[in-house]
Structure formats: C-alpha cells, structure tokens
C-alpha cells in the first residue's frame, strides 16, 4: 500500500502541474503580470502610486462585470479585466486619480461597444491607453522606465513570460516580435546615426514586457492562424519604425492601435470572401 502511495503521489503532482500550465487555465497570464508588477516595483518602483493602481484594477473589474450582465446575459470570468486594469495602473503616468479610472472604464467599455461580426477589435488596454493619450495628453504620460544597469529583473520577466506564453502556444507571436523590433532598431540606428545600443534599449523597459507578453498576444484580438500572428505583429513593428522616427514617443502602442484592428478586418472580410465562394460553388 505504501508502495502505491508513494508512486502515485508524483504522479498526482505532476498531473496537477500540467493542469496549471496548460492552455487552458486563465489564470496564467494574471499570474505573468502580476510578476511584472511586483518585480517592478520591488526594483524601480514602477507605480505611480498603490492607490492608483487598485483605482485601475477595480474600475476593471466593476465594469467587466456590469457590462457582460448587460450585453452579455452573465457573469464573465475576470481574469481578462484583471490584466487590463493592473496594465492601466502600471502604463499610465499621472498625479490625478481620474486617469486611472477613465483609462480603465474606456478600455472594458471598447470590448462591448466596439464590436465587428460579434468581435471586439482593439486590444482594451491598448484603446484605453492610446484614447488617453490623445483626449488627456495635458494629465496622463505613458511609462518609459527602464531597467537600468540590473539585468536580474527583466531575466526573471524575460524567463517566466517565456515559458508562460509558450505554454500558452503564443510564444511565435511575441518571438517575431522581438526578432522584427531588434532588426528594425539596427535600421533605425544606421538611418539616423544614433548608437545601436540606444534603439535597441527601450525592449528592456518594464513598458515593453507588457507590450510583448500580453497586448500583441491578446487571444481575443489576434488573428486566427499562425503565418497571420506573425506577419501582423511584423507589420507592428514595422510601423512602429516609422513612427519613431517621426519622434512618436509612445510608437508600439499607435502601431498596435492601427495595425491590430486592420488585421482582423481583413481575415473577416477574407473569411465573407470564402464563405461566398463556398455557397456560389455548391
């Protein structure tokens, strides 16, 4: 009896472990970010303030809530909103409170107002954020730390957030991303004479592993296949270029803004286009 105790309770262990890290738990990827939050803040102190922050979060998770009971008939699993509020709390720079809690109700409000075919386009955090740097650009600033000369935090984000998006069989979409940003920055540098070190720098930012692990990589507004992920988050980067060379300080998120959105309107127009096909052939 001991016997079989003693072999099945690895068994039992190792079971449980895939189980968390399997595609299917939703609660990865909060799991990712609040690593981001606390290795951050530990280290920089990243946050505008705690207050703010919590502003964010619950302004999320109320208006998640009461906009899926409305639109949707239930009650929604929030792990979704918790991700957009905390992303608001870290991204968005400003010695008011309202910022927090508009940015946050402007990006939950986007998944059930702004929908195409039953599909909400835009990232929520991304609109949210993009939305407030255009109405309030006077109030609200984007965050732009880096990690400074400590390597240690962005190899525990780089490390956990790896393996989380490659459990969560997203990791070819923020490798491109990665690979595409690094050699559009040696462009950049030989287009302006800049050192290389200074365009690449801005990936190592607490900013960045945001971008990176969750706002491209968002399952609800993503193009379905592989090739498409990968030739979208590759135009992202590439408008991105262009944007920083025109001075765009908060470049990834415009890019993202207006690549994302035209990259699902395109796979649904192409989706229509071979439905018709389909019908006309049969």
């Keep these: 009896m001991s016997h079989g105790v003693s072999i ?4 039992k262990l190792e079971a449980a472990w895939k189980r968390f890290f399997s595609p299917s738990n939703r609660y990865l990827s909060p799991l990712l970010i609040s690593c981001v939050l606390l290795v951050g803040q530990l280290s920089y102190g990243i946050l505008e303030s705690y207050t703010r922050t919590l502003l964010a979060i619950a302004t999320s998770l109320v208006a998640e809530l009461i ?12 792990a979704s909103a918790y991700i957009t509020g905390i992303s608001v709390g870290i991204l968005v720079r400003s010695p008011a409170f309202w910022p927090y809690a508009l940015c946050a ?3 939950i409000t986007s ?37 400074g000369n400590f390597v240690w935090p962005m190899i525990v984000i780089w490390t956990l957030g790896s393996a989380i998006i490659w459990r969560l069989r997203r990791f070819h979409i923020s490798a491109t991303y990665v690979v595409s940003f690094l050699a559009f920055a040696l462009l950049r540098s030989w287009i302006t004479g800049d050192p290389w070190w200074s365009e690449i720098s801005p990936i190592t930012g607490p900013m960045y592993q945001l971008f990176i692990f969750f706002m491209i990589t968002d399952p609800k507004t993503t193009v379905r296949s592989k090739t498409g992920q990968c030739v979208t988050v590759f135009v992202v980067a590439a408008v991105e270029m262009v944007l920083r060379l025109h001075q765009a300080v908060y470049a990834p998120f415009y890019a993202l803004f207006l690549v994302g959105p035209a990259a699902m309107l395109l796979e649904m127009w192409m989706d229509a286009r071979r439905a018709r096909l389909l019908v006309a052939h049969a």
């Design 105 to 107: 109700l402007i990006s």
């Design 8 to 11: 099945g309770q690895p068994v």
């Design 111 to 147: 998944k059930y107002v702004l929908r195409v075919h039953d599909r909400h386009i835009w990232n929520p955090s991304n609109f949210g954020i993009v939305a407030m740097f255009v109405l309030a650009s006077g109030t609200v600033a984007g965050l732009s730390i880096q990690w």
């Design 67 to 78: 906009l899926s009971r409305i639109y949707m008939g239930k009650w929604p699993n929030v």
